[in-house]
Each structure stands twice: as C-alpha cells, then as structure tokens.
C-alpha cells in the first residue's frame, strides 16, 4: 500500500542514448514518470527500455521527434484511457491510477512548439470536460511549450480551478528561460515538496517533480542526489 506517490517529468530529447541515466533516475525513486520527446518508433521493443519494477505507456511520433512514455509502478493498478479520441498529431495520453479508496486522473503530454497552442488546449478543455466528472483528482503534467501565465493556459485552469505546482524557469533555450514543463491539479493540498532539479540529461529542461499524498503506507524510497 502507498503513502506517497513521487511523481516527475523530463524531456528528454531522445530516450535512445540516455537510457541508463534516466534509469538511475526513476528506479526506486518514482512512482509515476513521464519523459517527453522519446524519439522512438515501433522498431524499438519496450524491452528495450525495461525497468525493474516498472509498467510501461508510451505513444511514438518517430525517431526524429515527439513521442511519450509512461512508467508506472507495477504495484499501482492503473490502465489507459482511450475513449474520449484525440487528433492523431496530438501527443497526449491519459492514464486512470487506482488508490485503496479512489482513482485519479493523470494526463500526460508533449505539445512541439508549432502546435497551436488553441488547438492544444482546446481539446485537453474537451477531454477534461469528459472525464474529470469520474474523478476526485486530475493531474496534468508534460511539457507544453506553453509559458506559465500565458492567457489561454490560464483560462483552462480556471475553468477546473487548476493550480500549477511548479513555478520557476524550467526550459533553457535561448537568452529567456521560462516555465513551460507543467504540473498541474485540481487539487493542490494533496502535493508537497514539488520542485525542478537539473539532471544534465536533457538538452535544455529541468526533471520537474511532486508528491502525491496518498492515505496509507508504502515502503521507503531511496534518496538520490544529482549533480
């Protein structure tokens, strides 16, 4: 059983030659782990990718861009959400987790930068309105190329009484860093000690990260240090 559940995010800017790194990173430490931009496609078998104690979610764009994977404690019950049915260019994959006493609702993405960013979130406005009346908890989480405070990011999380977890700079590119890797929830007070941490495996992102309060104990994490 779980008391708490960490949970973090990095683009990664292609899984291929990083695998060991990433590894290290999520193995024992992680419940939940999304990793944006894997650049993969369906020659790359996930057991190529396999970590121990862990299920795996993905979604391929192709070896040249894009692309999601999951992983998930496998001693989490939860499976993927597919009837609500995105625009086949939208990378977003949404996943139920199941808790002793409740479920939640995690949405997971990656939005390139010529994506429009209307287009976006209009449709994650349609997918929350259809799915977040099944759940108690939603959680939001990726990188969407879509700076905090930006209007229409804005207007969506006011219409779910959104907050953001994360606050500070986490993309690099260029002469002005921004927020644009998000954690985002409807329900705040359940979180604590989310913050970003440089990794040095991605190009340009920090790994942003949050717990999860569960309601029930688990046994301990490790600690792990990055430099």
């Known amino acids: 059983h779980f008391k708490y559940l960490f949970i973090g995010h990095v683009n990664i800017n292609s899984l291929r030659n990083k695998f060991e790194s990433i590894e290290m990173i999520i193995k024992d430490n992680f419940d939940i782990f999304l990793i944006g931009e894997t650049k993969l496609d369906s020659s790359f078998p996930n057991a190529l990718f396999g970590i121990p104690g862990n299920k795996i979610f993905r979604k391929d764009r192709n070896r040249n861009g894009g692309g999601l994977m999951f992983y998930i404690n496998q001693d989490l019950p939860c499976k993927l959400l597919e009837t609500y049915?995105?625009?086949?260019?939208?990378?977003?994959?949404?996943?139920?987790?199941?808790?002793?006493?409740?479920?939640?609702?995690?949405?997971?993405?990656?939005?390139?930068?010529?994506?429009?960013?209307?287009?976006?979130?209009?449709?994650?406005?349609?997918?929350?309105?259809?799915?977040?009346?099944?759940?108690?908890?939603?959680?939001?989480?990726?990188?969407?190329?879509?700076?905090?405070?930006?209007?229409?990011?804005?207007?969506?999380?006011?219409?779910?009484?959104?907050?953001?977890?994360?606050?500070?700079?986490?993309?690099?590119?260029?002469?002005?860093?921004?927020?644009i890797d998000h954690i985002i929830?409807?329900?705040?007070?359940?979180?604590?000690?989310?913050?970003?941490?440089?990794?040095?495996?991605?190009?340009?992102?920090?790994?942003?990260?949050?717990v999860f309060r569960c309601t029930f104990a688990k046994g301990k994490h490790k600690m792990f240090f990055l430099s």
């Not at 987790?97 to 287009?119: A, D």
């Not at 929830?185 to 991605?202: A, D, F, H, Q, V």
């Open 185 to 210: 929830t409807n329900n705040p007070k359940r979180y604590m000690k989310s913050c970003s941490l440089e990794t040095g495996i991605s190009d340009h992102h920090k790994m942003i990260m949050s």
């Open 85 to 179: 049915k995105f625009p086949e260019n939208m990378e977003i994959m949404l996943l139920e987790v199941n808790l002793s006493h409740s479920k939640f609702l995690i949405v997971g993405t990656y939005k390139p930068p010529s994506y429009s960013n209307e287009l976006f979130l209009n449709e994650l406005h349609n997918a929350l309105s259809y799915y977040s009346v099944m759940y108690d908890d939603f959680i939001l989480m990726g990188d969407f190329n879509i700076p905090l405070g930006e209007k229409l990011l804005k207007d969506l999380c006011n219409s779910f009484s959104l907050k953001h977890l994360i606050t500070e700079a986490t993309c690099f590119k260029g002469e002005n860093p921004s927020c």
